[in-house]
């Protein structure tokens, strides 16, 4: 399982979320050693940083999140591989208490992220 300061989300069908950009930020440390990693993983073609509020059981529940955009070539590496890389290298960076969540950017969910999200990493 990922470090404990790192989660993994999926959409469930028909779920309804809110996607906009966090009020607040991680630190500068912490984007810059994400964009710093995803530069060693091959895999990774872009990262988006976007807060997605979701309905659970009646309430909306804010959540920051990473967006992984996956290159077309072949991957050597899993998802979860991808997702454990990115979120040990910010482990000991977030602030107490700052949960940062990944997901990888797939269809019409991934273009509003493109459109909306904060790009954080693009390779070249």
């Given amino acids: 399982t990922p470090p404990g300061n790192v989660a993994q989300i999926g959409l469930k069908a028909g779920e309804q979320v809110m996607i906009g950009v966090p009020a607040k930020r991680p630190s500068e440390e912490v984007e810059r050693t994400l964009a710093s990693t995803a530069e060693k993983i091959p895999e990774i073609a872009e990262l988006y940083l976007f807060q997605m509020a979701a309905q659970r059981e009646g309430q909306w529940s804010p959540d920051k999140v990473i967006g992984i955009q ?7 590496k899993s998802i979860d591989e991808i997702v454990k890389q990115l979120g040990g290298s910010i482990q000991a960076k977030t602030a107490p208490g700052e949960v940062l969540n990944f997901m990888v950017l797939q269809g019409n969910f991934g273009q509003t992220i493109r459109a909306r999200g904060i790009l954080l990493f693009r390779r070249s």
């Fill in 70 to 76: 996956l290159t077309d070539s072949p991957h050597e």
